[in-house]
């Protein structure tokens, strides 16, 4: 199987190295170019590219043909509509370029509006949902055989939750936790490549959903970490994102149901 990743993160570079492993060719952009030779030397074909730059580049010389398209480039809160907008535009034209059998665009679940309720895919409140993300995924599912999965927030490796509380203040700690793992993650994007998905958007969330405060003492007990200060009352509204669709089409069995065992 040939495969070309965009925008090749930490999550990204997992899936490459465990392709590469099961001796499929890997092709995945970059901006970096540390990451570009480490990726060479995993023996992925690594290119540098920006999808941001104004003088977009014209020829990068890639296969013509794809079997599937992982689609990492981020539609991030911090930059601006404009940005967003240029920047999936280029990938569009990038994309106008070569052939593919599937396209698999990793979004957010932060696409769902920050109140109360079970948010499911089939949420359509527009005016509700993130613009930013919004134009992402509407962009990308104009393209042809094009799945969008809604991660989750995503922990593993050196991502660990009660990190980022260490001698803070947490103000969310009644909040549901609405997590996956990059353990499932990564097996659950392999699902896509051989599986025909039903629909075009698929929440990618662990079924468990225990209280932000649980797990900051869970991974701070498990890895040796300081706790926060202080847990104090602050926004607490109980939103939970349901991955059940994707879980139940796959018949997945998670292998990190519960953000208390990250």
Known sequence: MKILILGCGWLAESFAIDMIHQ?????????????????????????????????????????????????????????????????????????????????IF?????????KDGLFVESYSDQAELSPKLLLAEQKMLRLTNTVIYRLGGLFGKNRIFAKY??????????QPANFVHIDDVVPLIVAALFNKLQWPVYNVVAPLHPKKKDVI????????????????????FQKIVSGELLQTELRYQFILPDPLQF
Not at 61 to 89: G, I, T, Y
């Open 23 to 103: 001796g499929h060719e890997v092709w995945a952009s970059t901006t970096q170019n540390e990451k570009y030779h480490r990726l060479n030397a995993n023996g992925i074909f690594s290119f540098i590219i920006d999808f941001d730059r104004e003088n977009f580049p014209k020829r990068i010389e890639l296969p013509a043909h794809f079997d599937v398209v992982l689609n990492s480039v981020p539609a991030s809160q911090k930059n601006s509509l404009s940005v967003l907008e240029n920047r999936f535009s280029n990938i569009t034209c990038f994309l106008g370029r070569i052939a593919w059998r599937k396209q």
């Open 106 to 114: 990793l979004s957010s679940i932060g696409i769902y509006p920050d």
């Open 165 to 174: 509380f260490c001698d803070r203040i947490c103000t969310t700690g009644e």
């Open 217 to 236: 003492y869970a991974s701070a007990k498990k890895y040796g970490l300081a706790l926060p200060i202080a847990f104090e009352p602050g926004v607490d």
